[in-house]
């Protein structure tokens, strides 16, 4: 974001950071990002484990303090607003945390009555009501202690529904869920936004963001390396031909004639991105040019693909 | 990337009424949720997760065993003069001396240990279980958070001080009696004055154990192991006395936190000697202003990371 963007434009967003870094020490855990979560939108935090995400979110949420940059939430500078916009805003921050050995209800009760913003005399149904919303309500006064996982993680997926939100941080929300339970979960997410709220969500697994994501951001090793709405990014990787042939270097030339770009060639194959031109007629130009073909294809890169070209393979935790 | 790029919107088809929705919003200033002024909500919260914890009932439990102790002991064997804390001598002749007789003996170690646990409890007991992170972002002022915790171990350390002291009583009135009260400059009063004297007693220690508490909430801050902060805090008392026994540290004697507890036994003087008593109280005050500021400047620009 730059300072050319008037008040008008930073209210249109509802997470707006501006060079945000975190350094620990000698480790720059988040480096000089730049988040725009645009209002309305369900927005795919994405990145591998130990990427800067969660560091992003506490430090959105005022927990940690930027060693540098600044942000606004809901159109407002924080941490100056931070008492006025944070009752608006429902977060999941690194997994469920309550108090073991009170029930659900009284977790949920707990933080009910330290929110300044919360109508006491409206508790009991706001709490039964965010229960009933995450399946929870009939194990209500179950101890937290003898909770599952899965249960835990919709308990603190409650938390976030105790009163009315314009914007959910969720990081993580369907660790330890079933696929039932990360299904409901998506649904959930879809149901808030349109009912207006905006959705901020992380999450290292890539399909349960494509599906309910109308943009998305990547995270790698501290930086975002991209983001945008959903097919913007998608479009960065385009479509491209790939040739099977005992003679590459005249099918490159084929194809550079043809007007495709970054033609590669590499042994028996010869690559180019299409651009405009239909696929079809590649294959007819080839064969007409001499150049015998054995195989022929025109490939899109997944979501995972343009992942994992973004931020490299493996399982190593970066940093 | 720009601004346009990233305009609100969603891929499928269906929602492009919410994209519409959403932009009439967009212009507005966040609604604000209407924010309620004095409240109790979260100090009651509070008390509750205190008082409500089977831990603490427990503890609370181990503090009532003492006075029964002291109460049955001294029935089943008169104890010979000399041996004890002025107020052992005493019981016999008004039960309500097992009531002061009680905090003596667990000013050293018992109470001074129950609001240790409470006060490392404070905020490392959040921290550790996770919860600090979401009380912070209801959002909880952090100053208002240390303010809340501090007034809770406030009212515990007056809570436990004062149960010791009415179990006591009971515990004596029942064996012993009570009426007149000779007091220990010789002179005697009517039972009301009595009563009186001895629910002094303890309100003066709970607002002691109070500043002991204080030091625990500042430790707590320090660390995310509860545990560790309540040891830490039985240390500090535990040295205090300690210090305060080497006749060659005198100089110091009057500035160590535990050092005018005893004074207690001022408020069974007739008439009451304060001078003692009001340096006591000034000097809890001075220990709990220094360390709840000592607290709130560690903590309200910590990174909250557990």
């Known amino acids: 974001m730059t300072e050319a963007l008037g008040d008008a434009a930073v209210s249109d967003f509802a997470v707006a950071t501006e060079g945000l870094t975190k350094r620990f020490r000698q480790q720059v855990a988040v480096n000089a990002v730049d988040l725009l979560v645009p209002r309305g939108a369900v927005y795919g935090f994405l990145g591998p484990n130990g990427s800067g995400k969660t560091t992003t979110i506490r430090m959105l949420l005022g927990l940690i303090r930027p060693t540098a940059g600044r942000h606004r939430l809901l159109g407002r500078a924080m941490p100056d607003h931070f008492g006025d916009v944070l009752p608006l805003v429902g977060s999941l921050v690194e997994g469920p945390a309550f108090h073991p050995y009170l029930s659900a209800r009284a977790n949920l009760v707990r933080l009910d009555?330290?929110?300044?913003?919360?109508?006491?005399?409206?508790?009991?149904v706001r709490v039964d009501g965010a229960l009933d919303r995450v399946g929870l309500l009939a194990a209500a006064d179950k101890k937290y202690r003898a909770y599952s996982l899965g249960m835990r993680q919709r308990l603190a997926i409650a938390g976030t529904l105790l009163a009315p939100r314009e914007l959910l941080v969720l990081d993580e929300p369907t660790n330890g869920l079933d696929p039932q339970g990360t299904r409901e979960v998506r649904h959930l997410i879809g149901s808030l936004a349109d009912d207006g709220a905006t959705v901020l969500v992380s999450s290292h697994l890539l399909s349960e963001v494509e599906q309910v994501c109308t943009h998305v951001g990547v995270m790698h090793v501290g930086k975002l390396l991209t983001q945008g709405p959903i097919a913007a990014v998608r479009a960065v990787s385009e479509?491209?031909?790939?040739?099977?042939?005992?003679?590459?270097?005249?099918?490159a030339r084929v194809l550079r004639e043809l007007g495709l770009t970054d033609v590669a060639v590499e042994s028996g194959l010869a690559m180019g991105t299409l651009g405009k031109l239909a696929a079809e007629k590649i294959v007819a130009a080839l064969v007409h040019g001499g150049v015998p073909v054995t195989g022929f294809a025109v490939e899109r890169p997944s979501l995972e693909d343009l992942f994992v070209s973004l931020t490299g393979e493996g399982f190593n935790v970066s940093g | 990337m720009s601004a346009a790029d990233?305009?609100?919107?969603?891929?499928?088809?269906?929602?492009?009424?919410?994209v519409g929705a959403v932009a009439t919003q967009v212009a507005t200033a966040p609604t604000a949720r209407p924010r309620r002024h004095v409240s109790t909500r979260f100090l009651r919260s509070e008390l509750r997760l205190i008082f409500g914890r089977r831990r603490n009932q427990a503890g609370l439990g181990i503090l009532a065993v003492v006075p029964l102790i002291i109460a049955i002991a001294v029935k089943v064997s008169t104890p010979r003069a000399g041996r004890g804390p002025d107020f052992f001598a005493s019981i016999t002749s008004n039960g309500l001396f097992v009531s002061l007789s009680s905090l003596s003996i667990e000013l050293g170690l018992f109470l001074p240990l129950a609001v240790g646990t409470i006060a490392g409890d404070s905020v490392a007991g959040e921290a550790n279980i996770g919860t600090l992170?979401?009380?912070?972002?209801?959002?909880?002022?952090?100053?208002?958070?240390?303010?809340?915790?501090?007034?809770?171990?406030?009212?515990?350390?007056?809570?436990?001080?004062?149960?010791?002291?009415?179990?006591?009583?009971?515990?004596?009135?029942?064996?012993?009696?009570?009426?007149e009260m000779t007091l220990l400059s010789g002179t005697q009063i009517g039972m009301g004055q009595a009563v009186l004297r001895v629910v002094m007693a303890?309100?003066?220690?709970?607002?002691?154990?109070?500043?002991?508490?204080?030091?625990?909430?500042?430790?707590?801050?320090?660390?995310?192991?509860?545990?560790?902060?309540?040891?830490?805090?039985?240390i500090l008392n535990v040295m205090s006395f300690i210090l305060d026994a080497i006749p060659q540290l005198s100089w110091l004697h009057e500035w160590l936190p535990t050092h005018w507890w005893m004074s207690f036994g001022d408020l069974l003087r007739d008439p009451i000697v304060w001078g003692d008593l009001t340096r006591g109280l000034l000097t809890a005050a001075g220990y709990a202003l220094v360390f709840?500021?000592?607290?709130?400047?560690?903590?309200?620009?910590?990174?909250?990371?557990?």
């Not at chain 1, 009555?113 to 009991?124: F, M």
């Not at chain 2, 952090?142 to 179990?167: G, N, P």
């Open chain 1, 113 to 124: 009555s330290v929110d300044r913003h919360a109508d006491p005399r409206t508790t009991r």
């Open chain 1, 239 to 251: 479509p491209r031909a790939r040739v099977v042939t005992d003679r590459p270097q005249d099918a």
């Open chain 2, 6 to 18: 990233l305009t609100p919107g969603r891929t499928t088809g269906p929602a492009t009424e919410v």
């Open chain 2, 133 to 179: 992170r979401y009380l912070l972002a209801v959002p909880v002022h952090r100053t208002r958070m240390l303010a809340v915790k501090f007034a809770a171990i406030t009212i515990f350390s007056l809570v436990a001080t004062v149960w010791v002291s009415l179990v006591g009583a009971v515990a004596g009135l029942a064996l012993f009696g009570g009426g």
């Open chain 2, 202 to 234: 303890p309100v003066y220690l709970g607002l002691c154990f109070a500043s002991l508490g204080a030091i625990g909430l500042f430790i707590s801050t320090l660390t995310e192991q509860p545990i560790g902060a309540t040891i830490a805090v039985v």
């Open chain 2, 292 to 306: 709840w500021l000592a607290a709130w400047a560690h903590f309200s620009d910590k990174d909250v990371t557990g």
